[in-house]
């Protein structure tokens, strides 16, 4: 056709003519996603099906018992507002464990107490397994 290289006009005529795209192929990439109403999901599916209780999550139980807490702090000390009541059992989380570090620091100024602590460290150290292949020493076949 006579197309010179330096021609981009021509050549993107050319490539824009030649090509042929599929209209009715959609992208590959393209994830299609519908929502499904739990009434459309309840009649695709067998309504027979016994429904599986799940015990509830240690999570979900541990912010329940806080809720608890936080309510029973408040309704006895005439909160109104709960965020009071968070913030005195936070206080109270974060005295107690200053005061349980006050304690650990003078359990390990004496140095019997440290002993003790080391001994039980090393006896929870899992002992070394001796591997029968290298029992010689060596290691190698002779």
Known sequence: EG???????????ILCTTATFPAEEPPRNEVIARPISPESYAESHD????????????????QKRAEMKVDALAQEWGFKDKTTAEAMLRRGQRLRSLQKQRERRVMMNDPK??????????QRIPKPRHDLRHADGGGGSE
């Open 3 to 13: 197309v010179e290289m330096g021609d981009a006009a021509s050549i993107s005529r």
């Open 47 to 62: 309504e027979d099906v016994e429904r599986i209780e799940l015990p509830p999550s240690p999570l979900l139980a541990r």
């Open 113 to 122: 107490e440290r002993f003790r602590l080391l001994q039980r460290a090393v």
